[in-house]
């Protein structure tokens, strides 16, 4: 198994600004993925982020609006720009990690943001 | 795009009963199905994945099952406790992606 971390936890933002999430994992992998979880509803992808690649948006999600970074094997950020009240919701980083029998995704413990 | 359904939607059982929780895809092009847990205001927990190549898998009281031809996976939980109140949720990976079911959330009455 993999463990992953997040940071922040929970924050309360003020509608207009930006915040960025962070996500480590303890070992290399190719593939990470941003996940929205927002009340009452279940994951929905925004982006797959590749290390040396742009990330690549899922309909619905724009790079102006949730810039993604990948700078190297074990870490990913994730801002939330332009903040609105609809942007309240727990925002989950995943990492795939690849055998030779599958592919397995584990989950960062999520950020709970919410906005004023 | 794959579509995964999780019926029911919420599940209240006395303790000692076993649960069965279902979960139909759309796409049976998968590669694998993993079921997770998510306590309330809290990340995922990977319970059970199931290759595409596999009909089931077991882990303790946890057993899943995958009939990828009628795009069906059941996860059965046997002598549920308390402790076993969670969201639970299946996932389908297929094109490099997972796609998640809206979950089914369980409670488990001591």
């Known amino acids: 198994s993999a463990v992953i971390s997040q940071k922040p936890s929970r924050d309360i933002c003020q509608r207009g600004t930006s915040l960025t999430i962070q996500c480590q994992v303890d070992?290399?992998?190719?593939?990470m993925f941003w996940y929205r979880q927002q009340p009452g509803q279940s994951l929905t992808l925004i982006a797959t982020a590749n290390q040396g690649s742009e990330a690549t948006y899922e309909s619905g999600f724009v790079i102006d609006k949730f810039p993604i970074s990948r700078p190297n094997l074990t870490f990913s950020t994730l801002t939330v720009s332009n903040m609105s009240p609809e942007d309240s919701s727990i925002y989950l980083c995943?990492?795939?990690?690849?055998?030779?029998?599958?592919?397995?995704?584990?989950f960062g413990p999520g950020t709970r943001l919410t906005v004023l | 795009k794959q579509e995964v359904t999780q019926i029911p939607a919420a599940l209240s059982v006395p303790e000692g009963e076993n649960l069965v929780l279902n979960c139909s895809f759309t796409d049976s092009a998968i590669y694998n199905l993993q079921w997770f847990r998510q306590d309330p205001g809290k990340g995922l927990t990977s319970l059970l994945l199931i290759q595409s190549s596999q009909r089931e898998q077991t882990s303790g009281r946890l057993n899943a099952s995958l009939d990828k031809s009628s795009g069906r996976s059941t996860l059965y939980i046997a002598a549920s406790q308390p402790g076993d109140s969670a969201t639970y949720l299946c996932?389908?990976?297929?094109?490099?992606?997972?796609?998640f079911g809206a979950g089914t959330t369980v409670t488990v009455r001591a």
């Open positions: 995943s990492a795939d990690f690849r055998d030779s029998l599958t592919d397995t995704q584990y």
């Open positions: 996932a389908v990976f297929n094109d490099y992606k997972l796609s």
């Open positions: 070992s290399q992998v190719t593939m």
